[in-house]
Nanobody, 124 residues
Framework: QVQLVESGGGLVQAGGSLRLSCAAS????????MGWFRQAPGKEREFVAD????????TYAKSVKGRFTISRDNAKNTVYLQMNSLKPEDTAVYYCTADPSVVVVREPSNYDYWGQGTQVTVSS
């Protein structure tokens, strides 16, 4: 099993920045995918960004590309999401996710492991 623990959420004004962290423990893997989804009230969980553990290839949702940056620290088994130029529509619970495979179709059902989520609120 893999345990994922997120941190770094909070309240920020529009235009501000936050950095989320996700620490993985338990069974870790040298390959696979880690990433972030988010879910706003009344909406479906949506893909935000992910990174391949081996090689570091990143993928972003169109809504966050150019504003968010995902990165990893292999030694710490930790993934980060740097969020800049935040907008009120970025308000959501952000979930860290991981899968031992290289995920191609970025839907929640294709990721095996999930964190408990961290709230991000952007005020206008």
């Amino acid at each position: 099993q893999v345990q994922l623990v997120e941190s770094g959420g909070g309240l920020v004004q529009a235009g501000g920045s936050l950095r989320l962290s996700c620490a993985a423990s338990g069974r870790t893997f040298s390959r696979g995918t880690m990433g972030w989804f988010r879910q706003a009230p009344g909406k479906e969980r949506e893909f935000v960004a992910d990174i391949r553990w081996n090689g570091g290839t990143t993928t972003y949702a169109k809504s966050v590309k150019g504003r968010f940056t995902i990165s990893r620290d292999n030694a710490k088994n930790t993934v980060y999401l740097q969020m800049n130029s935040l907008k009120p529509e970025d308000t959501a619970v952000y979930y860290c996710t991981a899968d031992p495979s290289v995920v191609v179709v970025r839907e929640p059902s294709n990721y095996d492991y999930w964190g408990q989520g961290t709230q991000v609120t952007v005020s206008s």
